[in-house]
């Protein structure tokens, strides 16, 4: 603390370092470069494959009753006859058609990676009083901040020789930005009922070359000790994350193809250095009205209306967007091309004689000679833009009896607005509404419920505490492809859940509420605790089942818990 002239001032300055490493390693692909040797009767670890006989370990490991060090180079079986013999029974009793397990455990590939994360943060802040207005003064804040954020991933060898099966490959990168950033805020009383905070914001990001200067500005009314009224209207700024600049990211999907159907497939993205900043226009209206007499003493009601604009949006092309645009071209060069042909949406026999002439996202989709989709490659990109309105409720009341401390609250969440423009391949471009929808196609929102609406009720009484919360997430129509529907809805049938596969076909994701309860004990001082207490409670008490998606979790943690009822106990103390 300090004195300028007959002000106190305030000079805090605070430097923070932060780690995070993350290491994991999945058993999830087929090593591709086994997998070939295997199929042409080299498979195993002890096969010299210049000089060993194709499918000499087979023969050896029958002979040996199944001992698979007495083979060495083997043929992997990839036809039904591996587990079942002719009469449909299970446990192939010619051991020269079975797969040995250790055979598959050579062909498993292991996906690992290491990503170490690093921040390391400067923050200088003097707050003070400039001049006195009436019986207040106006404060005023100035800051200073650089922060440097640094990425390192590194994968194994499986990945980056680009040798799964699966999700084909990822490679190591590395980077680093620094943000150097200055600010200042005013805080203007007028008169005893309103306030003016004025801010500006100017940062420099050194790696990318980009500079920005945002300001805000926030009026405050308060007519009434209960009631204030706000309005607030800004620009903020937004540059892209070390991985959107510099990494490398892998994704697997179901995706719809006209060569060979439905199909799971990675999509691979690479950072994009020349990506530009997000930027955002913010408005917001609000008020708060908290009465202090009568009987709606307690009652607390906070309501906020939101218009955002965003210009520039960093998002990931959606995958199933690149090859409906890529299928429609290879289908019409195909159908005024090739005499005879019949090429549909979800059959193109011909459509190898366009990959071939070169027709369609041939960078991006990547196809083998045959028209067979290997994998597909979508950018990190701006969008145009977005339009967002909405409205956020935040409401309680308090009350005490003669049984105890109640309290009611309702929160609720209204997205009115949600439209996003993104450049298409004609050239033009494609408004995405996303409010209501699952978005699965829509490269920058998630999936979007137009309501959501939490209910809590609390009782408190001495040690004794219950909670309940009701939680109410509204229905979404679904955008994922009829084709990858109908791949899920199938797969459900053929194991006999005809109810989940009729909700998998559907392009209706139903409305989901749950009822959370928890009761809590204060046993208060224990020893050397301060406050000690425990907890039983149960999520999702009625166990109710999730909406069924078609993806592969058959739920979206995003909008849902699928775990169903959930029972836990927590102990929390301090000292």
């Known amino acids: 603390d300090m004195l300028l002239g007959d002000k106190e001032w305030k000079l805090d300055a605070t430097y923070a370092a932060s780690n995070h490493n993350s290491a ?173 905070n004025l801010a500006g914001r100017y940062e420099d990001f050194d790696e990318i070359g980009e500079d920005t200067v945002d300001p805000k500005i926030t009026v405050l009314f308060q007519p009434l000790d209960s009631l204030t009224l706000r309005a607030s209207a800004g620009s903020s700024f937004k540059v892209p994350s070390l991985l959107q600049t510099f990494g490398s990211l892998t994704t697997v999907a179901n995706q719809v193809d006209l ?22 226009d913010t408005v917001n209206i609000g008020v708060s009205w908290i009465p202090t007499e009568g009987v709606l003493d307690g009652l607390s009601v906070d309501l906020d209306i939101y218009d955002i604009q965003y210009d520039d949006i960093i998002t990931r092309e959606s995958s199933p967007n690149l090859l409906s645009a890529d299928n429609a071209a290879i289908q019409e060069w195909v159908l005024a091309n090739v005499p005879g042909a019949t090429c549909t949406a979800s059959n193109c026999p011909q459509a190898f004689q366009a990959v071939n002439a070169g027709v369609g996202n041939r960078r991006q989709i990547i196809r083998n000679d045959s028209g067979i989709l290997l994998r597909i490659l979508p950018d990190f990109a701006n969008a145009n833009g977005a339009d967002v309105r909405g409205l956020d409720l935040d409401s309680s009341y308090r009350f005490d009896t003669s049984w105890g401390n109640w309290r009611v609250g309702v929160q609720a969440a209204w997205i009115e607005t949600y439209e996003v423009e993104v450049p298409n391949s004609s050239g033009g471009v494609t408004v995405h509404d996303g409010v209501g929808n699952y978005n699965s196609t829509n490269p920058v929102a998630r999936p979007l419920p137009e309501w959501k609406v939490n209910a809590n009720l609390s009782w408190s009484m001495n040690d004794h505490r219950v909670f309940a919360l009701l939680k109410y997430v509204d229905e979404v129509e679904t955008d994922v492809p009829a084709g990858t529907r109908g791949f899920f809805a199938g797969t459900a049938r053929l194991a006999g859940n005809d109810s989940v596969a009729d909700d998998l076909g559907d392009t209706k994701i139903e409305s989901f509420t749950t009822l959370d309860v928890q009761y809590t004990y204060s046993f208060g001082e224990l020893g050397i605790l301060n406050d000690s207490s425990l907890t039983f409670g149960v999520q999702n008490l009625l166990n109710e089942e999730a909406p069924h998606i078609a993806v592969v979790t058959a739920f979206d943690p995003r909008l849902h818990d699928g775990r169903g009822r959930i029972f836990f106990t927590r102990v929390s103390a301090s000292m």
């Open 24 to 196: 994991t390693a999945q058993v999830q692909d087929t090593l591709s470069s086994h997998l070939e040797l295997a199929l042409n009767g080299l498979g195993g670890p002890n096969c010299d494959v210049v000089n060993g006989v194709p499918g000499s370990g087979n023969a050896e490991y029958a002979a040996n009753g199944g001992q698979f060090d007495g083979g060495s180079c083997y043929f992997f079986n990839p036809f039904g006859n591996s587990a079942f013999n002719r009469d449909g029974t299970t446990f192939q009793a010619d051991l020269e058609l079975v797969n040995p397990p250790e055979l598959y455990e050579w062909l498993i590939g292991r996906a690992s990676t290491d990503v170490d994360y690093r921040q390391r943060v400067i923050d200088i802040i003097a707050t003070g009083e400039l001049w006195d207005i009436g019986s207040d003064s106006v404060g005023i804040a100035i800051g200073f901040q650089q922060r440097r954020d640094k990425g390192i991933s590194t994968v194994d060898s499986s990945l980056a020789t680009d040798n799964l099966d699966f999700v084909f490959g990822a490679d190591d990168w590395s980077g680093q930005l620094t943000t150097t950033a200055f600010f200042v805020e005013l805080g203007i009383p007028i008169a005893d009922m309103w306030e003016i």
């Open 259 to 280: 060569v060979g159907g439905t199909t799971f497939k990675p999509s691979i993205t690479q950072g994009n250095p020349n990506l530009q900043p997000e930027s955002a």
